[in-house]
């Protein structure tokens, strides 16, 4: 049974046609929003994710479409001023939102990057950890192989990635009917449901942990997974 309390939908996951640049836009205007908008829907699975990733201090850890940062801040004070907190996000009005919080919560607000994950513009093996939570579900699925074998890139051999996503295991009626609304409005409601754990042995990672969690009503996979 799913969180929603229906059988798993059977088939394959939607796909994203919304282009990387509209993406972009749509996160530049819902920046100053987002924490109201997204935070009450997104915020405990991505906190389970955070425990599941466990970062230490001294380590260099990667937060992959950092948006307003909320995830940064606690990833920053947990590797604490021996390790090195580094944010990336495609969008600026996200990045300068991550800044700001870093600011405000007494860190370096210069360790945020713009740019595109799917490129990260950082040398082979610089982080002991990555977190990438409500991102991966962003990239369409042709794309998937090879972002993902671009956040194992910039792991450190035995590097770990920890994975927040919507997810079609153990799914329902609830996520059938998100996977509607995205179809409509693919621009809006972005998130498209993974089957993460499948997603990430497909690319060759190892499966550390795993939970799944409901929120409002959906599965979200949470997987911890090192580079295989
Ligand atoms: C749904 S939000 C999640 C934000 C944050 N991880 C959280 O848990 O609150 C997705 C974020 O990924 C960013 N993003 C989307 N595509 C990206 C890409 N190709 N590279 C980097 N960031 C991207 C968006 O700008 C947005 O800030």
Redesign the pocket.
């Known amino acids: 049974m799913s969180p929603s309390g229906s059988a798993a939908p059977p088939g394959p996951i939607s796909r994203v046609p919304r282009s990387?640049a509209a993406?972009?836009d749509w996160?530049d205007a819902l920046s100053r929003w987002y924490d109201l908008v997204?935070d009450p829907f997104?915020a405990p699975a991505?906190a389970a994710g955070l425990e599941l990733l466990d970062a230490a201090r001294g380590e260099r850890v990667l937060d992959?479409?950092?948006?307003?940062g909320?995830?940064l801040v606690e990833l920053d004070r947990a590797v604490g001023p021996d390790g090195l907190a580094v944010g990336?996000?495609?969008?600026g009005g996200?990045c300068r939102a991550s800044a700001r919080a870093l600011a405000a919560a007494g860190l370096d607000p210069g360790v945020v990057v713009e740019g595109?994950?799917?490129t990260a513009p950082f040398p082979d093996g610089t982080f002991d950890a990555c977190f990438a939570?409500?991102?991966l579900e962003?990239f369409d699925t042709p794309a998937l192989p090879a972002v993902l074998d671009e956040w194992r890139r910039v792991l450190a051999p035995d590097g770990r990635l920890c994975v927040v996503s919507l997810s079609r295991r153990e799914a329902g009626l609830a996520t059938r009917l998100y996977e509607l609304v995205h179809e409509v409005v693919p621009t809006y409601v972005d998130?498209r449901p993974l089957y993460l754990r499948d997603t990430l042995l497909d690319c060759g990672f190892e499966i550390d942990a795993e939970r799944v969690v409901g929120a409002w009503g959906l599965p979200v996979e949470i997987v911890l997974a090192r580079g295989g």
Request: hydrophobic share 35%; with cysteine; aromatic share 8%.
């Open positions: 990387k993406g972009r996160y997204a997104e991505r992959i479409g950092c948006g307003t909320t995830a990336i996000d495609l969008s996200m595109d994950a799917s939570s409500f991102v962003l998130c």
